[in-house]
C-alpha cells in the first residue's frame, strides 16, 4: 500500500530544521520586557507576599547586574544565527 502524503505537504524528505537557516536572526528582547514578562509568568504561582518579594529582586536586578549581563548576552549573540538555540544547548550541556 502506498504512503498517503497529507494536503499541503511538497516534500517529506526534508529534514525538520532546514529551512531555518533562511530565517533572520530572531532580535534580542529589551531587558525590561523579559523582566516583565517573567514577573507576569510566576503571578498566578506565586503567593502576593512572595512575588513581592520576586519583583523586588526582579528591581534589584534591572538597577544592578542586569545591564551589563545584557550586554554580555547582545555580544555573545552578535555572530551567532540562532543565539537562543545556541545557549539553551549550551545551558542543558553545563547542567
Known sequence: MPIVQ???IV???TKTF???KKLPALPIPPLEDTCRRYLRA???LQEPDEHARTKQAVEHFLKGDGPRIQERLK???ANKA???S???LSMSLTS
Open 11 to 13: 516534500n517529506t524528505n
Open 82 to 84: 540562532r543565539w537562543g
Open 75 to 77: 555580544s555573545w549573540a
Open 6 to 8: 497529507p494536503p499541503g
Open 42 to 44: 510566576l503571578e498566578g
Open 18 to 20: 532546514e529551512a531555518s
Open 86 to 88: 545556541v545557549y539553551v
